[in-house]
């Protein structure tokens, strides 16, 4: 069966430190995976998707970046944080689009406070 | 691109009663529309979803219910219990889905 790893899963960052989350599947290739943060009390922002390797789209500007170095990985960076790139961030996977979407489904987050 | 609203924000019913929760969206390419629950501090589960060729679809004490020609999808929960107290969101989308702002659901005994 296939399973989605993230972590860290908490994390407190001074503002202009560095960021990387990572993000894994596990029994499945070739998986769409995107990127989700969810601001405290709000709803889900899409941040980044890829459909394969080194294939990133960005959703909204902003200071972080995403990368797939490898088919099943997926992680999102900052070189310098900000106070507001606090919130919950969730990573999240669907299999291959046979016709329209796939179900999507979501790591357990990782929670970024950024002081 | 899509944009989808969700409302009511709140929602606070008695335990046995039925709750409703609707969005619409806006890009008439989505042909995809599921419903999450979210717990406090959990990831978003997977409760219910529907595709643009149907138009209902149930599952136990809850359904959604899809009009494609006005754009709007509605989630459905009868018989509500203390459980069901959560955080939903619709969502629309083909390859990527959109999110609705959520609904916080509040069931009292």
Redesign the interface.
Known sequence: SQTIHQWPATLVQPVGSPLSLECTVEGTSNP?L?W?RQAAG?????LF?S?GIGQI?S?VPQNLSASRPQDRQFILSSKKLLLSDSGFY?CAWTGL?VS??N???????SRLTVL | GENVEQHPSTLSVQEGDSAVIKCTYSDSAS??F?WYKQELG?????II?I??NVGEKKDQRIAVTLNKTAKHFSLHITETQPEDSAVY?C?A??????????TRLLVSP
């Open positions: 769409n995107y989700y709000r709803g889900l922002q899409l998707y459909v789209s959703e969730l689009a329209g979407a179900v999507l489904t979501f790591g357990a987050g | 042909n995809y599921p959990k990831r978003p589960q997977l979803d595709r643009s969101f969502a989308g083909f390859q990527k889905l959109v999110f609705g702002t959520g």
